[in-house]
């Protein structure tokens, strides 16, 4: 059975038809655009009767491309537990910024 993260990283791919999906890259690593950049930023557990009975991991996850107008932010956001948190331009990329709990 895969693990969480495995299953969200070919789920990613899935999305952007390509491999082109860096967990957690150090900075030696070059970039392929368009791509997304993962990391886990957190853990939201659910609870009742001082039991948590639910954990979904928190991933902050980066969409970079040179296109403006992709429509893969757009099935991000299609998979539930998914908000945009931000919009930013650098270096010539647009980097548009999620939360995804997984």
Do not use: W
Not at 20 to 44: A, D, M
């Amino acid at each position: 059975m895969a693990k969480p993260r495995e299953t969200l990283q070919t789920l990613l791919e899935g999305l952007l038809g390509s491999r082109n999906v860096y967990y957690q890259p150090p900075e030696s690593v070059k970039l392929s655009y368009p791509c997304f950049v993962y990391e886990r930023s957190g853990i939201r557990a659910d609870s009742a009767n001082n039991k948590i009975y639910r954990k979904h991991n928190r991933y902050t996850v980066t969409y970079i491309d040179e296109d403006p107008d992709s429509e893969i932010p757009d099935k991000l956001l299609e998979l539930g537990y998914c908000k945009l948190d931000t919009h930013f331009e650098a270096d010539n990329l647009n980097h548009d910024v999620f939360t995804l709990y997984f």
